[in-house]
């Protein structure tokens, strides 16, 4: 009899390498944001349709962070997508035996490995792969056992790139916030450490995936870096959509009210 870990299993089909695209995770995080500031009491947004309307627009990828706090995504969220969602599914994970016990048994495609702390409003800074190395090699064997890749969201930093690669993840994920963040000088030096990262990583047999802070004109941008295959993009997506989407829910909420 099939169990629940190998029907989720069954639906989640790897990643593909796109010839000449790289591939878009989109984060759906501030989607379930916006459900459970009235406390999840409503019956929208629909994440599930909304990863699918995702995946019509082009996502390759559901990317979704279930947090300790459960500020956003919860474990009900997890689960359903893993089931239902139609592209593989990217859960961002702090490293503790309770997510790894949730990965095991909802099994993503991937895992992400983020930082986490409660009081943050978003994953600031990346994971220190060096400093936690032999706290977090054991949890990356038992996931890569299930079948599961790994990605470390890592500061462009050449040390956190080696630390990933003898962990043995199997890309890095490259932090962007701080790129985004920085002008003039700054930002052409923060660009050099990004590249250096990529190319430092694809020589250590690692993808190169990046995220964090990507808007239209930042997305344009990262394209030109060095192997990048993969980025995830939530916030700006999530603004975005309300900008194009607002006129036409009040016109017809404005019909209705005749
Ligand atoms: N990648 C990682 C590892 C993240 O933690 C986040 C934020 O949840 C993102 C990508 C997406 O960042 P943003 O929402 O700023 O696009």
């Known amino acids: 009899m099939k169990n629940k870990i190998s029907e989720s299993k069954a639906k989640q089909t790897p990643k593909k390498k796109l010839k000449n695209k790289i591939r ?7 989607i379930a944001t916006l459900r459970q500031v ?79 702390k409660r009081e943050e409003l978003t994953t600031e800074g990346g994971l220190d792969v060096k400093k936690g190395f032999s706290q977090f090699h054991p949890y990356v064997e038992k996931i890569q056992r299930m079948g599961i890749e790994i990605s470390t969201f890592i500061e462009p930093n050449l040390e956190q790139v080696e630390a990933s690669a003898e962990l043995g993840a199997d890309a890095i994920e490259l932090h962007t916030g701080k790129w985004v963040q920085l002008s003039g000088v700054a930002k052409q030096k923060e660009w050099k450490r990004l590249c250096d990262a990529a190319e430092w990583a694809h020589r250590l047999g690692m ?45 017809k909420m404005r019909k209705i009210l005749k």
């Open 24 to 30: 878009l995770g989109v984060n759906i995080d501030h």
């Open 38 to 116: 009235r406390g999840g009491t409503t019956d929208y947004p629909n994440l599930l349709d909304m990863a699918k309307r995702a995946v019509k627009g082009g996502a390759n990828q559901i990317t979704i962070h279930l947090r300790e706090d459960r500020r956003h995504i919860q474990l009900k969220d997890v689960i359903l997508l893993s089931k239902s969602c139609p592209v593989p599914l990217n859960l961002e994970m702090a490293v503790t035996s309770q997510m790894v016990t949730i990965a095991k048994k909802y099994r993503p495609a991937w895992v992400c490995l983020v930082p986490e």
């Open 207 to 251: 993808n190169v995936h990046a995220g964090h802070g990507l808007d239209y004109a930042h997305a344009k941008a990262i394209c030109k870096l060095p192997y990048l295959e993969e980025v995830n993009i939530g916030h700006s997506l999530v603004c975005y959509a309300l900008e194009s989407g607002l006129e036409g829910a009040v016109h």
